[in-house]
């Protein structure tokens, strides 16, 4: 459950692309404010194009606004270079595709122990293989540690990358599709499991998705549309 302290705060976040060819400026993201609280679960949901994925790299330090500010756990992201945006990616933000990504020639614990390698804390570093092996087997993988990605099937490889998301015990996962590129039983599999994760490791969740019935499974839905982000109603997605 939220406990009502801020996690994320995005205060009039705006994001124009600028075409290299000379043609007209983009402003995909307007002015957007907005608060997730600790432990929150929140969906995003929109039409395609609508900037949901350039919402949640700016969320997750991947990418910046063109003006307004971020903050996480009350650090203004706006004010660090890319050096220390890299440390707080590592070691407070999970992100979760909805490809993979994992790497095809490590085992399945390898995948998930490659975010501690690069920890600056060593209690972490060194605790990271216990956690990896408790989380595995919390996502049904215990027997799978020494698999392949190409030996699992595609929602097995999905909770893998969750389990990589969550290795170093992030403030933040972030989702982009997660279940996008899996056929229903393996997305139903793994929405539930993002749920239980959220509340299990008291971590606050934002996902991307076009699966509605993932997304209400979240403590708030919010739709991007025309550069605004507002609490999604079923009738918002009826208008022309
Ligand atoms: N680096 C970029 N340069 C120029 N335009 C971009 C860039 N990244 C995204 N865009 C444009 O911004 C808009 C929003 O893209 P974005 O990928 O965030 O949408 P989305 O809501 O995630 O779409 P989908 O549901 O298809 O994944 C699109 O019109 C896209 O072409
Ligand atoms: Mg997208």
Redesign the pocket.
């Known amino acids: 459950m939220p406990t009502g302290k801020i996690t994320l705060n995005l205060i009039n976040v705006a994001k124009r ?1 600028d ?1 290299l060819d000379g043609s007209e400026s ?1 402003d ?1 993201l307007k002015a957007i404010t907005c608060q997730i609280n600790e432990r929150e679960s929140v969906a995003i949901v ?1 039409p ?7 919402l949640l790299n700016i969320m997750g330090t991947l990418d910046r606004p063109s003006s307004g500010h971020v903050t996480l756990d009350g650090q203004d992201l706006s004010h660090l270079d890319d050096v220390q945006l890299a440390a707080v990616r590592n070691s407070r933000i999970g992100f979760v595709f909805q490809s993979h990504h994992l790497l095809p020639q490590c085992t399945v614990l390898e995948n998930v122990l490659v975010p501690t390698l690069a920890s600056k804390d060593k209690a972490l570093r060194e605790s990271g293989e216990s956690r990896a092996r408790r989380l595995l087997d919390r996502v049904g993988l215990g027997p799978r540690l020494s698999h392949r990605p190409g030996q699992l099937s595609g929602g097995e490889r999905q909770r893998v990358a969750v389990v990589r998301a969550l290795i170093n015990g992030p403030k933040l996962l972030l989702a982009d ?1 997660p279940t996008g590129a899996l056929d229903r039983a393996a997305a139903e599999n793994l929405g539930q499991l993002l749920v239980e994760l959220n509340q299990e490791e008291g971590v606050t969740m934002v996902i ?1 998705t076009h699966a509605l019935d993932l997304a209400r499974r979240m403590d708030r839905v919010l739709e ?1 549309r025309d550069g605004s982000l507002r609490a999604y109603r079923a009738d918002n997605t009826e208008r022309t």
């Open positions: 692309f075409p983009v995909v929109g395609s194009g609508s900037g949901k994925s350039t599709e991307v991007l």
